[in-house]
């Protein structure tokens, strides 16, 4: 079964960085394109963004553009997520989410695999 | 890109049908078949339940069904069971068919 797992729990001062790791098992890496939502403390659901794990093209809405930064190092099948300059209100779960849709055809905004969400606490 | 407008709470009792609706605009929902449907639990990562307006992943239950008119898509629970209490997200392709946004979210609750 396709399996995404993410790094562990961060806890970080406002102003600093933070990357989020998310390592995919049991698929192609590249073949898929992965997301990134948020979800901040009794709040809904955000998407972030995505990145094409084969050419490594991102998209960002415009909320996150000029301070999240996704990457990918295919040899080892896993995805990033750089947050830079944290405020609190950046809080929240952070999830990975593959896409159903593949490189070849192109996506199909189904995000049908998921993370189990790594929780970034930005506190002084 | 605003949120997609949800309800924010639907009920309904044990084995009746509820339907959640998704409003977006001529830019997301209205523009292409790109509407997904997730469920999420509790301190849970979210689950898809319905991806192109009305297709179901392998092994969602056959009571979930989604449909589209216009600007507004719909999640129909048929046979609402305890299981099926949780919350309801909506999410639609948007900006050229690139970009992702999300709807407010439904609380769903089993009476």
């Known amino acids: 079964q396709v399996q995404l797992e993410q790094s562990g729990a961060e806890v970080k001062m406002p102003g600093a960085s933070v990357t989020v790791s998310c390592k995919g098992f049991?698929?192609?890496?590249?073949?898929?394109?992965m997301h990134w939502v948020r979800q901040a403390p009794g709040q809904g659901l955000e998407w972030m963004g995505w990145?094409?794990?084969?050419?490594?093209?991102?998209h960002y809405t415009q909320k996150f553009q000029g301070w999240v930064t996704m990457t990918r190092d295919t040899s080892i099948s896993t995805a990033y997520l750089e947050l830079n300059n944290l405020k609190s209100d950046d809080t929240a779960v952070y999830y990975c989410a593959r896409d159903r849709g593949t490189i070849n055809w192109g996506l199909s905004h189904g995000l049908e695999f998921w993370g189990q969400g790594t929780t970034v606490t930005v506190s002084s | 890109q605003s949120a997609l407008t949800q309800p924010a709470s639907v009920s309904g009792s044990p084995g009746q049908s509820i339907t959640i609706s998704c409003t977006g605009t001529?830019?997301?929902?209205?523009?292409?078949?790109?509407v997904s449907w997730y469920q999420q639990h509790p301190g849970k990562a979210p689950k898809l339940m319905i991806y192109e307006v009305t297709h179901r992943p392998p092994g969602v239950s056959d009571r979930f069904s989604g449909s589209k008119s216009g600007n507004t898509a719909s999640l129909t629970i048929s046979g609402l069971q305890a299981e099926d209490e949780a919350d309801y997200y909506c999410?639609?392709?948007?900006?050229?068919?690139?970009?992702?946004?999300f709807g407010t979210g439904t609380e769903v609750s089993v009476l």
């Open positions: 001529t830019s997301d929902v209205g523009a292409y078949d790109y």
């Open positions: 990145i094409n794990p084969t050419s490594g093209d991102t």
């Open positions: 999410s639609s392709s948007t900006s050229g068919n690139v970009l992702e946004v």
């Open positions: 049991r698929y192609t890496f590249t073949a898929y394109y």
